[in-house]
């Protein structure tokens, strides 16, 4: 075994070891989203398992495991399996962490299931005819240039996350906390290793994406309240420094005024009606807060006259205000000013 096929089988060895430790934490960690933490570890499964067949491969082409050219395309296509199907978990998982949804998920099935079932087929037939790569002999193969289908799809799944996220994070604040960039930095640097050099290290770079992914929700946990799923109390301070640094422009804020005991139900029934790109906070038992970019009254009227009819029709007592900005104020001094009244 030379060097090369060293480092690149040592690289794997050491990624599976780091994402098994996420995936035992991950699996113990109390993830309020029992469908994004199954989805999470479900990416990190699969993750071992390529990572696996990556060592296989390794130690086909160092020649250590011998076998016949069927035997060697059979490995081959079973990592190239893997590789897709975490191409397309990944997709999943980011889709799910943009929508909160399986009903989104299911409704876009067909148009998410498309490429990887492309993917799929072609491996498959691959087996048989040889047309996406030949094996020469054990160790030896030879790429064809429909290969390349299978390396486009892939990157969409990858990439196309990125534009999305770019934009649904203009959306939704609580994606202020997933940093797509943390998983494609050290993924794209052991890349250009792999394009660049003989090594195959690309799991590595991968795994330190997955372990920085949940460094980011456990930090999303830290400031979320568990039973209503708004932000806690303790994002007031995180989001002070956003405001002092003119990276939120806080122009209104909405106030609720809520029995404790049916804080639960009320939560569900007032996320449903405020507006896109606001963010929600519990600060205390008994009282929610909604902080916007709304500047007139009208809009934030309707929105309370909406929200005291739907928690009213459900027999559950609310009391509703907002304040505005005042116009040479700024918004940290409006922060404090409307927490004071709280």
């Known amino acids: 075994m030379n060097d090369i096929n060293q480092i690149a089988i040592y690289s794997n060895i050491v990624a599976i070891m780091l994402v098994i430790g996420i995936t035992v934490l991950a699996a113990k960690f109390n993830i309020k989203d029992e469908w994004e933490k199954k989805i999470f570890l479900s990416l990190l499964v699969i993750f071992i398992l390529m990572s696996i067949a990556y060592i296989v491969v390794g130690y086909r082409d160092a020649g250590i495991l011998e076998c016949s050219s069927m035997a060697a395309v059979l490995i081959e296509t079973s990592l190239e399996y893997l590789i897709n199907l975490f191409a397309f978990q990944w997709f999943i998982y980011v889709d799910y962490r943009m929508f909160h949804s399986t ?28 047309i996406l790569f030949t094996f020469t002999d054990s160790t030896s193969y030879a790429e064809t240039p429909l290969y390349i289908v299978t390396d486009l799809i892939r990157l969409v799944y990858f990439f196309g996350t990125i534009f999305a996220l770019i934009y649904y994070r203009r959306k939704d604040e609580r994606m202020k906390f997933f940093h797509v960039r943390s998983f494609f930095i050290p993924m794209a640097f052991y890349v250009l290793l792999y394009y660049v050099t003989p090594m195959n290290t690309v799991t590595l770079g991968l795994s330190i994406g997955l372990t920085l992914i949940f460094v980011q929700m456990v930090n999303e946990q830290c400031y979320q309240d568990g039973e209503t799923g708004f932000f806690n109390d303790l994002y007031l301070d995180y989001l002070r420094g956003r405001i002092e640094g003119n990276d939120y422009d806080l122009q209104s804020v909405m106030f609720f005024k809520l029995p404790g005991e049916d804080m639960a139900t009320s939560s569900k029934l007032i996320a449903e009606q405020l507006p896109d790109e606001c963010q929600t906070i519990r600060l205390d038992s008994d009282t929610i807060v909604t902080l916007t970019h709304v500047k007139d009254r009208s809009p934030l009227f309707m929105v309370s006259e909406d929200v005291q009819m739907s928690l009213e029709e459900a027999g559950i007592p609310v009391e509703v205000s907002f304040e505005l900005k005042k116009k040479k104020e700024s918004g940290a001094d409006f922060l404090d000013r409307v927490l004071r009244k709280a």
């Open 103 to 130: 009903l989104h998920i299911r409704r876009n099935g067909l148009f998410f299931t498309a490429g990887f079932a492309i993917m799929m087929l072609l491996d498959t037939i691959n087996i048989f005819t040889g």
